[in-house]
């Protein structure tokens, strides 16, 4: 199994531009969770999915962010238009629902620098 | 609602040192308890984890951590550290099995050749 998949790896934009996020989860799994992480906060959860559907998107910092699972395999995470303290490494999780804490997955994370 | 404490936030040994990192939590219910680390540049990795039964729960890497409910607290310990240890080190809670973690701010660690 690949795991998590994210991409890209790491991504640098200017100021007002859109980004996008990209996330493949373990072939399965119908949870998914999209993760920031910075020095200041440490690990925030942003936003979640049960089979596709956001489930509590209350860790969103604000409008400028959106999250979309179109299907069981495929997320993205946009943020239009982007701000330099939006910079930081965004991760993408997975797993199955009912089995508690099994099997919760993170993948290698996006490093997003927007200057 | 649940919260995640870790004592330090920057940690730096020698090579051998004991090691000891301390997570608090905040829940008066049933948790599941973890410690991952992130090596430099690499994703989130699970050490270990404590779910029920015996409080002092081994790791990879000789890492081990126990579990004190009346101090609510999973302390990360290992004996001898080495260089490859060098990483950050999160705490998380899943209270109750619900659907998220709540994790600590992290330790970073640093050691020293």
Not at chain 2, 83 to 100: H, I
Request: charge should be neutral; glycine fraction near 8%; hydrophobic fraction near 35%.
């Amino acid at each position: 199994d690949a795991g998590v998949i994210q991409s890209p790896r790491h991504e640098v934009t200017e100021m007002g531009q859109e980004v996008t996020l990209r996330c493949k989860p373990i072939s399965g799994h119908n949870s998914l969770f999209w993760y920031r992480q910075t020095m200041m906060r440490g690990l925030e959860l942003l936003i979640y999915f049960n089979n596709n559907v956001p489930i509590d998107d209350s860790g969103m910092p604000e409008d400028r962010f959106s999250a979309k699972m179109p299907n069981a395999s495929f997320s993205t995470l946009k943020i239009q238009p982007s701000e330099p303290r939006d910079s930081a490494v965004y991760f993408c999780a997975s797993r199955t629902i009912g089995q508690g804490s099994y099997g919760y997955t993170f993948g290698s994370g996006t490093r997003l620098t927007v200057v | 609602a649940q919260s995640v404490s870790q004592h330090n936030h920057h940690v730096i040994l020698s090579e051998a040192a004991s090691l000891e990192l301390g997570c608090n939590y905040s829940y008066g219910g049933t948790v599941n308890l973890f410690w991952y680390v992130q090596y430099p540049g690499q994703h989130l990795q699970l050490l270990l984890k404590y779910f029920s039964g015996d409080p002092l729960v081994k790791g990879i890497k000789g890492f081990e951590a126990e579990f004190i409910k009346s101090k609510f607290s999973f302390n990360l310990r290992k004996p001898s550290v080495q260089w490859s240890d060098t990483a950050e080190y999160f705490c998380a809670v899943n209270a109750d099995y619900g659907q998220n973690f709540v994790f600590g701010p992290g330790t970073r660690l640093s050691v020293l050749p």
